[in-house]
Structure formats: structure tokens, C-alpha cells
């Protein structure tokens, strides 16, 4: 659930005898030799840092197959140069389903760098189906193939017929066109694909960073394999509730907008903006949005992207994403003010401008759908609590609880979900914004009651989503550096104004 965590967000071997520091003592480990993984240049379109290599790493389709059929994941690290202080690996597990992890670390890894003062390889896969690794393909129509539409937004007055044949539309393609590769996209292979990768790396143990749909990647991980985990962050978790998994995490983001929305008014309405002042007061710029998302659902209008218009549910859209960062307020103030303007001409953020490609939209449902049984509700059922919901939390239109392909997903759940538990080492940092729009700080307090005392919880008192090196909270960064580097986590959970 990132840069491209915003656009993907859904509806989220080998050994060599090289051992990794252990526990949480650590220092004076040489890099591992990664047998099995040829590093070399980068691919340029990911726009490497200077030092980072690139591999590919061989796995099984079917992990009850093992010597049949192999996909090739994109691997990426960034070695330590110092080997003095070097303890491990640490990964860094991406967002989604479907954000790169080789892209999230060219994006992070400078800064990841620093902070870890040589003490580990930076190392990041991208799962299957992402990026550069092997693809899955549902053969979806260009018009279900944009972020308004592969999220189910119900119509301007709450009619959900077309998310309904759309999501049946969608699930029939992926069932005929997707085969062996997109049942093969669940968090039980990527998790199985990490592990994988910690053997080609040498590694007895790793640690991580993860974040937004990774923390249930990593959770799950630490499940299955809790003796092979060192020091490990949860970056912005969700509720990893096994009978609902990501449907629990859609339904969580009307709670998360409602919670972050108030620093986006406080922002537009302060005297410093200028011109991007949207109100005089904070409890202005609520009815102000959502009197304008009405307008444009009534009267769309045109676009600096030919033949594409601004409706309200694109703007709904755009505010959420935009509320994943303060950086990105001033985009979409600048996106209400044109399309306040009898003459202005919205220009709209990149990720609405267009249809996604088939590889990336299969990617958003696949691994959703596969996790978990959704209910085959009837379209009564959805149409009453999309209205409930539209009621309750305006800003998302009933949306997190309308119908997706996953209610008619063929062959349902691929496997039993995981059930995270207190079971294991206590080496898990969790770390939360409290208002966070996508894994809202109510949800990620399932993962915490879920670890128990196998973790300790930094609660961060701003807004956003992504904690650690992303919203300049000093004190919470700090805390997860010095977790991460000296093994210093606090020995009970902690506020960070």
C-alpha cells in the first residue's frame, strides 16, 4: 500500500557456508558470496544508485513442484563497503501488492545507507508478477484497466451495477487468460520466494524493512520461519485477521481518510498558502471538496490529458492518494483550484491519466483474491453497505466496501491464510503513523495485539503513510535506526510526538 504504492495499491535453493551476525549481537560479518545470483548492471529504468547491482534469481512456479517450471525474480542490493561493522542483510520489503522492491530501494537506498552506517547489504526483490521479474496477465479491457475503475468506486448516486459486471468482467478474464503464473501470486510464494532468496544470499538469518502490505509479507514470514529472523521493522501495518486479510484492509480505508483528512484542511486553510488557499477554516475544506466532487460528477470536466475528463470519483481518487504525504497537498490544492475555475483546465496526476498495463492490473487482483475467500455476497448485500458506508465516510464514496472481482474469483483461496502469532523470538519493532489513510493506526493495532510481546510498537503522532525515513519524524527514525543498527528497541511500547 510509496510512489508506486500509490498507483498499485489494490483494492498492497541455494546456500553457501557464509553465516549472517545472529540474534541481536551482531559485527564483523563478511558478505555473503550469493551463490546462484549473477549481480551486474541495472536496468536504467529503474534509475539505479551509483553502486547498486542487479541479479536474477530462479524459483519455483510451484513450490509443490519444485524441480518443474521457474520464474525469474529482479533482486537488487547495495553492498556494504564496510565489512569491519558489516552484520547481515537486511531486506527491504515493498508496499502494495505490486510495488517494486528494486525501485523502492534506488528510491531509499541513499538514505537507508547512511542511517545503517555499513552495518548490512541493502537487499530488495520484486515479487512476482512486478517489475522485473516474471509477468502474469489477465487480458482485462483497456476501461478496467484504470485506478477508478480496478477500485470499485459505485456510481455518482450509489449504483453499483457496473463495478458489478465489471468484477465478474474482470474475474472471468483472469480465470481464462491468467493460468499457473496468477494463481502462483499469493504472499505464501513471495514468502517462500524471500526465503529462497536468503539461502542464494548465504544468510542464516536476515533482517528487514518492511512496509504497508510488506509488513504482512514480513509477518508472515516471521511466522513460518521465526528462527530465521534477526532484527525486524514493521513499517505501517494493517489487521492481519486471517479471515479477511485484504478485504478487512479495503473496509479500513474509509476509517484511515477520516483520520488523515483534518491535516490536509488544516493545511489548505492556513494564511501561508496564498493562492492554494482552498478555505478561511479547516471545517471549510470538507464541504468545499465534497460539494466540487458532486459538481464534477454531474458536469465532468475536460482535461490537459486529451479525451480524458475530471469526474468525482477521480477526484475522490486523487485525494487519496495525495493524503499519502504532505508533499503531495499542494498537487491536488492545485488540482480543486483549476477545477474551481470556470477557465481552468485540471491537469491530472499521472496515476489517473491513464489506463494501467494488463501485467501491473493482474498483479492488483491476483494476489488479493488468491490470499483469501471472499464472500459471495448477493449485489443486495454489497448495494446496502456501500449505502451505509457512503453515509458514514463521504470522502470515499462506499468504495472500500463495494463489490470486487474477488467475490467471483474462480477457484477461490489458493491456500489457508497464515495466522500471525505471539509465537517466536521478541525482535519485532513495529513502527505507525497515528494517522496514517491507507493502514490506519486502528488496524495496525491488530498486528499488535496479534505479535503480543514478540514486538514492541512506536506510535508516531503525524500523518501519512510510511513511518520510517518518509515523514521527518526524528524520533521515531531514530528509534528504528538504532533498533536496526545497535539492536536497542524499547522495552515497551512508545509515543513519538
Known amino acids: 500500500m510509496t510512489a508506486n504504492l500509490a498507483r498499485n495499491a489494490s483494492l498492497l535453493g541455494l546456500s553457501v557456508a557464509i553465516v549472517a551476525g545472529l540474534g541481536l549481537a551482531g559485527g564483523g560479518v563478511a558478505p555473503a558470496s550469493a551463490a546462484g545470483l549473477d549481480w551486474g548492471v541495472c536496468d536504467p529504468a529503474v534509475k539505479p544508485l551509483p553502486g547498486q547491482q542487479c541479479a536474477k534469481l530462479s524459483v519455483p512456479l510451484d513450490y509443490a513442484d519444485p524441480d518443474g517450471e521457474q520464474v525469474h525474480l529482479a ?33 531509499k537506498g541513499a538514505a537507508l545507507a547512511r542511517e545503517m552506517g555499513g552495518a548490512y547489504d541493502l537487499v530488495a526483490f520484486d515479487p512476482r508478477g512486478v517489475g522485473g521479474s516474471d509477468k502474469a496477465r489477465c487480458g482485462l479491457a483497456e476501461a478496467d484497466r484504470w485506478m477508478v475503475t480496478l477500485r470499485s468506486w459505485p456510481g455518482a448516486d450509489g449504483a453499483i451495477d457496473d463495478n458489478v459486471a465489471r468484477s465478474k468482467r474482470t ?21 517462500r520466494d524471500l526465503d529462497r532468496l536468503r539461502q542464494a544470499l548465504g544468510e542464516r538469518k536476515l533482517s528487514a524493512w518492511a512496509v504497508s502490505y510488506g509488513t504482512y509479507v514480513a509477518a508472515s514470514y516471521a511466522e513460518r520461519f521465526p528462527g530465521r529472523t534477526d532484527r525486524w521493522v514493521l513499517d505501517s501495518s494493517n489487521d492481519p485477521d ?81 493524503l499519502y504525504s504532505d508533499a503531495a497537498f499542494p498537487g491536488f490544492a492545485r488540482l480543486v483550484t483549476s477545477a474551481l475555475d470556470p477557465k481552468g483546465e485540471p491537469a491530472l496526476p499521472p496515476e489517473l491519466a491513464g489506463p494501467l498495463p494488463d501485467d501491473d492490473a493482474a498483479i492488483t487482483v491476483g494476489v488479493i483474491c488468491n490470499d483469501v475467500d471472499w464472500p459471495r455476497q ?31 474469483w474462480k477457484g477461490g483461496a489458493v491456500e489457508k491464510p497464515v495466522r500471525i502469532t505471539d509465537r ?34 512506536v506510535s ?7 513511518v520510517y525515513l518518509g515523514n ?3 524520533c521515531g527514525d531514530l528509534a528504528v535506526t538504532r533498533f536496526l543498527v545497535d539492536g536497542v528497541r524499547p522495552d515497551e511500547d512508545v509515543l513519538c510526538p
Not at 270 to 278: F, I, Q, T, Y
Not at 460 to 466: K, S, T
Open 242 to 322: 486471517p479471515k479477511r486479510v485484504a478485504r478487512g484492509w479495503l473496509e479500513g480505508m474509509s476509517r484511515g481518510v477520516e483520520d488523515r483528512f483534518p491535516d490536509f484542511a488544516a493545511w489548505a486553510s492556513h494564511p501561508d498558502r496564498g493562492e492554494g488557499r482552498l478555505a478561511q477554516r479547516p471545517q471549510d475544506v470538507r464541504p468545499l471538496v465534497l460539494d466540487l466532487a458532486a459538481r464534477l460528477d454531474r458536469e465532468p470536466r475536460p482535461t490537459t490529458t486529451s479525451g480524458v475528463s475530471l469526474t468525482g470519483t477521480m477526484l475522490l481518487q486523487a485525494l487519496q492518494q495525495a
Open 75 to 107: 533482486v537488487s542490493r547495495i553492498a556494504s563497503t564496510r565489512p569491519d561493522v558489516r552484520r547481515g542483510t537486511l531486506m527491504v520489503i515493498p508496499g502494495g501488492p505490486g510495488s517494486s522492491g528494486v525501485q523502492r530501494l534506488a528510491q
Open 472 to 474: 521527518g519524524n526524528a
Open 378 to 408: 448477493s449485489v443486495r448485500t454489497f448495494e446496502r453497505a456501500v449505502a451505509v458506508d457512503r453515509a458514514r465516510h463521504p470522502l470515499t464514496g462506499g468504495m472500500p466496501v463495494n463489490v470486487t472481482p474477488c467475490a467471483y
Open 171 to 191: 474475474a472471468e478474464a483472469c480465470a481464462r487468460n491468467g493460468g499457473a503464473m496468477l494463481r502462483g501470486l499469493t504472499t505464501a510464494n513471495q514468502v
Open 460 to 466: 508516531v503522532d503525524r500523518g501519512g503513510h510510511g
Open 424 to 457: 517466536g523470538p521478541s525482535n519485532i519493532l513495529m513502527i505507525q503513523n497515528l494517522r496514517d489513510p491507507s493502514t490506519p493506526y486502528s488496524k495496525g493495532m491488530g498486528m499488535r495485539r496479534a505479535l503480543g510481546d514478540r514486538a514492541r510498537l
